[in-house]
């Protein structure tokens, strides 16, 4: 049953929605047939007067909290675990729900689509008052669900997240392909420059023209083919046959190469001086100033790299992924006014401070020390790799973390939640103190 207020009037809503639960609290208590179920009564009775109590709850998030009271009664009836842990779906569910609306003022909420989803939770528990925690994991379920897109749905933020998707793909797949060519390469007797050119650079090509065109795509292919040309054509050509192929095949190898670095913005001079070290090093080669490699390892490096893809794996740490900021800047433009980029530094931190960023839960409010000014900000997406963390504050700045420097930021408490204890854990607490300081209502 549904308690009645008066719509508009939001406070008397609060103040008769309270009655209501202290009348009925007192019915169950009578017709509880033992006096563990009668304290459970009183407790959950406790705990839902402070959640009715906390002043950071807008009001017309308030009722609707109120209205869980019986449903929660039920299910810690049924399940006295229900107080021993966190991580029961009731309480996960109210604390999710606590911890994403305290952050917001009234008017932002009121109307919202936010609480417009709070409404439709708990209208689903009423509905389904015999399920226990199934029916809270199931809502709890679709809350998460819809947090993830409401908190992500403006045009400016959708916009970050594919720009910053797009470069965390590309520098993992950059990282991965560098690991791949230098096992490929360890055993070829190649020139330094040319290691250096493939690992720092046409790795990036590669990775950009798989992201881009696809792994398999026919540029893309064009370009993988061009690494292994390179490490033959600058091993030693002491035979005429192979001195006749380079000079014929040069012209479309360096092409090749420039349509590469072209793709990373690598342009004008410093393509150039690219291009001046390779050609140094295949005059080298024409010459056979360079050791010869076997064709057979030739053709096995193509085809390898034919494949990449069949090699590189999502497994592994990449918390040393290089976040590129001015690329991000520039694929969004103006926008990149009101977004600060917060990559890593390198610094070690704890594992323990890892495995905490990662498990940080969109929706929840913290306050952020960054570059000495403090900001109430909301956790609202992280990157499919987990490397990302966008933060938005309430004054319309955007903060992109990565998650290194996510972890030094909550080592180092420049990272803190906004509550320090969740909606349940509170008012549970209080509900514990009012016991001990009068016992006695337990049994009346």
Not at 5 to 21: M, N, S
Not at 114 to 143: A, C, H, N, S
Not at 422 to 427: D, F, G, K, Y
Request: net charge negative; aromatic share 6%.
């Amino acid at each position: 049953m549904a308690s009645q207020y008066v719509v508009g009037d939001e406070a008397t809503a609060i103040h008769q929605t309270a009655a209501e639960l202290r009348r009925r609290t007192s019915e169950l208590k009578k017709k509880a047939p033992t006096t563990a179920d009668k304290a459970t009564v009183e407790i959950v009775a406790l705990m839902f007067q402070a959640i009715l109590a906390e002043e950071r709850i807008p009001f017309s998030a308030r009722v609707w909290f109120a209205r869980l009271q019986m449903p929660v009664l039920r299910v810690a009836i049924a399940e006295p675990e229900f107080f021993g842990t966190l991580q029961h779906p009731a309480r996960m569910l109210i604390d999710r729900m606590g911890s994403c609306v305290m952050g917001f003022d009234a008017a932002a909420i009121s109307g919202s689509a936010l609480e417009g989803e709070i409404r439709r939770v708990v209208q689903v528990i009423e509905q389904y008052p015999e399920t226990g925690q199934r029916v809270f994991k199931l809502v709890f379920d679709e809350f998460v669900a819809f947090l993830n897109k409401y908190l992500t749905q403006s045009d400016a933020t959708q916009r970050l997240m594919s720009v910053a998707q797009q470069v965390e793909q590309k520098e993992t797949m950059a990282i991965q392909y560098t690991i791949e060519l230098r096992k490929m390469l360890n055993d070829m007797p190649v020139r330094e420059e040319i290691r250096e050119f493939l690992f720092k650079i046409w790795a990036e090509v590669l990775a950009i023209a798989a992201l881009r065109y696809g792994a398999q795509d026919e540029q893309t292919v064009t370009l993988k083919r061009a690494a292994s040309d390179l490490v033959w054509a600058a091993s030693a050509k002491p035979n005429r046959n192979d001195r006749a192929r380079v000079i014929q095949d040069l012209p479309q190898l360096l092409q090749r190469l420039r349509q590469g670095m072209s793709l990373l913005g690598i342009e004008g001079e410093p393509q150039e001086a690219q291009i001046k070290t390779i050609g140094s090093t295949l005059s080298d080669a024409f010459l056979s100033k360079t050791e010869a490699i076997p064709p057979a390892k030739i053709e096995a490096m193509a085809k390898r790299l034919a494949n990449l893809e069949d090699f590189v794996t999502d497994e592994g740490d990449a918390t040393d992924l290089p976040l590129d900021a001015a690329s991000i800047e520039l694929l969004l433009g103006v926008d990149a006014a009101s977004l600060e980029i917060v990559p890593d530094t390198g610094n070690k931190v704890g594992e323990d401070m890892l495995q905490w960023a990662h498990e940080l839960q969109v929706g929840t409010w913290f306050m952020l020390d960054h570059n000495d000014r403090v900001s109430q900000v909301q956790f609202v997406w992280r990157s499919e790799r987990k490397q990302l963390h966008l933060f938005a504050s309430s004054d319309g700045r955007s903060f992109l973390i990565q998650v290194g420097r996510l972890a030094s930021y909550l080592q180092a408490g420049l990272l803190v939640p906004a509550e320090e204890e969740t909606l349940t854990v509170r008012a549970t607490r209080e509900a514990l103190a009012k016991l001990d300081a009068n016992p006695e209502r337990l049994l009346n």
